[in-house]
């Protein structure tokens, strides 16, 4: 059996744990970095999973930065995969043994995920469905899906590069490092007979949350890639201002494009080195 290390990031997520980590087979190691949670989430972990490597942070250090440590904690203690795991988020029975019979079958694959399902399994997750179609043979090809449930061979890790922290501190570095993928000659897929919850169907959030993850991050993203020049994607992000601000009825995607403006050049900074590895991966 190959080594997994599944990857938890917990922040006050007392309410999904035992489902979550629960759903782990017992030959997988976890790893679990709790930001300071004010819940008792990390005494739960030691209390109930005293065999998970647990990390108790002194601050919220967000997402980015968490996933980055278990990376390097992987590479260096010899793991083959690593599977990174929302705290809202468990695995069906059978499913990571699937996951992992498909990466091997199917090495062009730098990242796979279960079909992710709200709570229940009666439907699909929202998002999850807006980037899924069906398509024949084991694995579905596409663009890109969410981190809730990522199993990634750690050789991509180590090839690709770890998340992008400034940039992404929380959001977006799913997106952008599957975006990464693609100019390794890698793909993103779906394994169709893997299934998984990932538990966010009816949560509200205010509307500056949402400006921030979908206006922000989104744009942010979108300059990231690498496929054509930054200045057409800053066009685009101009045009997509006026968008936002029209649909949200809003003038906080104004705000958040000053703030784009000013991290243009770290996403410059970015881009150069992302080409140069891709370049030196060659």
Known sequence: MKKVLVIVVT???MRWLQRSLGSVPAWAQLYVFDNDSTDGSADFVAAHFPSAKLIRSAENLGFSKPNNLGFEYAVSHGFDYVYLLNQDAWLEEGSLEKLLAAAQAHPEYGVLSPLQ????????????EKLYRRADGQVAEVPRVMAAHWLVPVPVVERTGLFEEDLFPLYGQDDEWCSRLHFYGLKVGV?????????RAFREEPLEKTVRRNYYVGSLVRLCNLDGPVFEKFLFVVFFTFVKAFKYCSLLPFKYFRRICRELPRVKEHRSRVRMRVQNAR
Do not use: I, T
């Open 191 to 199: 394994v169709q007979d893997a299934r998984a919850v990932h538990d």
């Open 11 to 13: 922040y006050n997520g």
């Open 117 to 128: 399902y709200q709570d229940g399994c009666q439907k699909l997750d929202v998002q999850f």
